[in-house]
T-cell receptor, first 114, second 115 residues
Framework: DTEVTQTPKHLVMGMTNKKSLKCEQH?????MYWYKQKAKKPPELMFV???????INESVPSRFSPECPNSSLLNLHLHALQPEDSALYLC?????????????FGSGTQLSVL | AQKITQTQPGMFVQEKEAVTLDCTYD???????LFWYKQPSSGEMIFLIY??????QNATEGRYSLNFQKARKSANLVISASQLGDSAMYFC????????????FGKGTRLHILP
């Protein structure tokens, strides 16, 4: 299994809603990432978990809350989002964080905040 | 300052021609890795090729090759014999240091292959 699976593929939510994005991999990777991508822009790093510990938070607003319950699973909890948070949210993983290790990406969750 | 610079926002290339996508980078680390990803309109990020800073030879993967010029800090992607399916966004990315949790991306180049 060489896949990173993200659910849901699409999500529409209101500004008062609470929702979660889910990411799963069964490749034994110990580093997992959340990226945010606006249309026609590059992916922007949000969070990195390394060995289930949060190693990087790129000054992301607290309305985004990551969680890594185990080495295979990564969640992104969303609460009180703003319309400008509408974007493609990409999850990725890599075996560890050494220089030569590429990212394996999921197909993303397209989020719309109304 | 940008760490990864892709100066070509968009390119139009005739099918079957070779195309070079430019990428320059900025780092003070001796150990780093350079990656190219392709993102079609469907949105998934597809890994194409990797070049390590200590690799003496340019990386190649099928129709993709990386023209690595370390002194100039450039890592250009060359696609030979372009195909219609190569139309996509292409991102250059870098991971710095021996062990770094962060991979950062350039702004990308939109490639259009013309029939």
């Amino acid at each position: 299994d060489t896949e990173v699976t993200q659910t849901p593929k699409h999500l529409v939510m209101g500004m008062t809603n609470k929702k979660s994005l889910k990411c799963e991999q069964h490749m034994g990777h110990r580093a997992m990432y959340w990226y945010k991508q606006k249309a026609k822009k590059p992916p922007e790093l949000m969070f990195v978990y390394s060995y289930e510990k949060l190693s990087i938070n790129e000054s992301v607003p607290s309305r985004f809350s990551p969680e890594c319950p185990n080495s295979s699973l990564l969640n992104l909890h969303l609460h009180a989002l703003q319309p400008e948070d509408s974007a493609l949210y990409l999850c990725a993983s890599s075996p560890t964080s050494t220089t030569n290790e590429k990212l394996f990406f999921g197909s993303g969750t397209q989020l719309s905040v109304l | 300052a940008q760490k990864i610079t892709q100066t070509q926002p968009g390119m139009f290339v005739q099918e079957k021609e070779a195309v070079t996508l430019d990428c320059t980078y900025d780092t003070s680390d001796q150990s780093y890795g350079l990656f190219w990803y392709k993102q079609p309109s469907s949105g998934e990020m597809i890994f194409l090729i990797y070049q390590g800073s200590y690799d003496e030879q340019n990386a190649t993967e099928g129709r993709y090759s990386l023209n690595f010029q370390k002194a100039r800090k450039s890592a250009n992607l060359v696609i030979s014999a372009s195909q219609l399916g190569d139309s996509a966004m292409y991102f250059c990315a870098m991971r710095e240091g021996i062990r770094d949790d962060k991979i950062i991306f350039g702004k990308g180049t939109r490639l259009h292959i013309l029939p």
